[in-house]
């Protein structure tokens, strides 16, 4: 899907760089709880850059929370103007977008992630371990 998003997939390597430990079997792992939002908000926003359908079905009633928060926040705000409904439309769009691309943007974060852990293991029994130490 974003494999030729290059910008996409650096910023991926860098939030793997700053946000990943080492576990108990000595891999590398992530807690997506510890990567702060906007490091997130980046990479969903280097996706729907690169992929308009994918911009598309976030924005729109492919997205669960179009219904039932992100509809009702744009007709809210349209009909008055004051700031804190500006601030709750611009809220309930971000959760939604969020909502939407989290689980893809966590897989391609947990596929480059099993790659490195593969191609550059950090355990020293793993089979190519001697040929990265």
């Given at each position: 899907?974003?494999?030729?998003?290059?910008?996409?997939?650096?910023?991926?390597?860098?939030?793997?760089?700053?946000?990943?430990?080492?576990?108990?079997?000595g891999?590398?792992?992530?807690?997506?709880?510890?990567?702060?939002?906007?490091?997130?908000?980046?990479?969903?926003?280097?996706?729907?850059?690169?992929?308009?359908?994918?911009?598309?079905?976030?924005?729109?009633?492919?997205?669960?929370?179009?219904?039932?928060?992100?509809?009702?926040?744009?007709?809210?705000?349209?009909?008055?103007?004051?700031?804190?409904?500006?601030?709750?439309?611009?809220?309930?769009?971000?959760?939604?977008?969020?909502?939407y691309?989290k689980?893809?943007?966590?897989?391609?974060?947990?596929?480059?992630?099993?790659?490195?852990?593969?191609?550059?293991?950090?355990?020293?029994?793993?089979?190519?371990?001697?040929?990265?130490?």
């Amino acid at each position: 899907m974003f494999k030729n998003n290059k910008d996409l997939n650096y910023q991926i390597k860098q939030v793997i760089d700053l946000y990943s430990y080492v576990d108990e079997f000595g891999e590398r792992a992530i807690d997506f709880n510890a990567v702060p939002d906007i490091e997130m908000d980046e990479l969903y926003a280097l996706a729907i850059s690169d992929d308009k359908v994918l911009a598309y079905e976030a924005c729109g009633p492919d997205n669960n929370s179009f219904d039932g928060e992100m509809l009702p926040s744009l007709i809210n705000m349209l009909m008055k103007s004051k700031r804190e409904v500006d601030q709750d439309f611009v809220n309930s769009w971000k959760k939604g977008v969020r909502s939407y691309l989290k689980k893809s943007i966590q897989s391609l974060i947990n596929e480059e992630i099993d790659r490195q852990n593969t191609y550059f293991p950090l355990r020293e029994n793993h089979p190519y371990s001697e040929m990265y130490l």
